[in-house]
């Protein structure tokens, strides 16, 4: 396979609270290929948008960021220089301001929260384009009118001058899609960006990022918890269960054949249409702990239909290599694959 855009290894993210350390990415690897789209799924709280969070090293002052390697292969995949780990630069350093923004956009679950509310949209479009282009003013509003005309904001011209408490939740995060994709990104991570939107809403704008990954060739990292998006979407799959990735797939690999008992599980709680009308749908049993309260061995056993007494809740369960990028941290399959 092709060398990756990104590569995650061995990611430790916690966070200091006055009930102890939560270790809330506990030893994540991962790779972005350039043009292609990895999801990271899984239940609310299992650490995905820390992982992502990491990347950029945007981790509140609380947390910190313990161990690991965070690889940018994207200055030497162009040819404008050397592969650098994201974590060792310094925070004054070039390189760390050319990924914020430039090289890698970000757009997060709240574009209310994310975009300043009493400056116009066209304004921060203009500040970000600057910033990484290099264009002028009236070149940089030219543009911004351009961008938000290419992420379908009617009458881009007049609405450049909104501010977003203007727009609808859907038009600030095209907005914020714009303003992620102005410095023509190699990377695109998108945190749960249509979760708050409504499905026709949602459905034009994975439609956008998927038109546009197709003309950039931009790598996406896209996070949800819905397997619906990530069977549209994505070419790779992790999956993430309280602060690790417990498999990792190639789509069609994940949907035929599963192996984590906890990607079972997501899969079963799907509807099916046809299938499941009338039906009552397995639920995965309790809730992800906190990790303050990691189970003893496999994090997963307590809520897992297939855990083996004795060594589920005792064990570390081994990663289990299938070969072609495909894992599992389970020790149901020790014996078919190779330790990784
Ligand atoms: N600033 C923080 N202080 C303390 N704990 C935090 C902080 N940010 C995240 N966490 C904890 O880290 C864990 C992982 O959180 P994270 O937001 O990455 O999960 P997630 O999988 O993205 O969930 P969601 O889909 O709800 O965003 C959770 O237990 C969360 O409570």
Known sequence: MEQPLLEISGLHTSFDTFDGKVRAVDGVDLA?????????????????????RSILRLIEDSGSIDAGTVTWNGDLIDGTGEAFDVLTLDPGDKRLQKLRGGDVGMIFQEPAASLLQLRTVGAQLVETLRLHTGLDKKAARAKAIELLDTVG???????????PFQLSGGMCQRVMIA?????????????????????????RILDLIRSLQAEHRM??????????V??????????????????????????????????????????????????????????????????SGCSFHPRCAEAIAGTC??????????????????????TEGVRA
């Not at 609310?44 to 992502?52: E, I, L, M």
């Not at 904001?153 to 501010?163: G, K, Q």
């Not at 303003?179 to 459905?203: K, R």
């Not at 599963?258 to 990607?263: A, F, G, I």
Request: include cysteine; glycine fraction near 8%.
């Open 32 to 52: 972005v290929h350039p043009g292609k789209t990895l999801c990271v799924v899984g239940e609310s709280g299992c650490g995905k948008s820390v992982t992502a």
């Open 219 to 228: 790598a996406v990292m896209f996070i949800t918890h819905d397997l619906g």
């Open 179 to 203: 303003i992620a994709l102005c410095a023509n990104p190699s990377l695109l991570i998108a945190d749960e960006p249509t979760t708050a939107l409504d499905v026709t809403t949602q459905a």
């Open 313 to 334: 809740d005792v064990e570390a369960p081994p990663e289990v290599d299938f070969g072609n990028g495909r894992t599992a941290e389970c020790v149901l399959y020790e």
């Open 153 to 163: 904001i009617p009458d881009a011209a007049r609405r450049v001058d909104a501010y």
């Open 230 to 295: 990530v069977a549209e979407l994505a070419d790779e799959v992790a999956v993430m269960y309280l602060g690790r990735v417990v498999e990792r797939a190639s789509v069609e690999e994940l949907f035929a054949d599963p192996k984590h008992p906890y990607t079972k599980a997501l899969l079963a709680s799907v509807p099916v249409l046809g299938r499941d009308r009338g039906r009552d749908l397995p639920t995965i049993p309790g809730a992800v702990p906190s990790p303050l309260h990691r189970p």
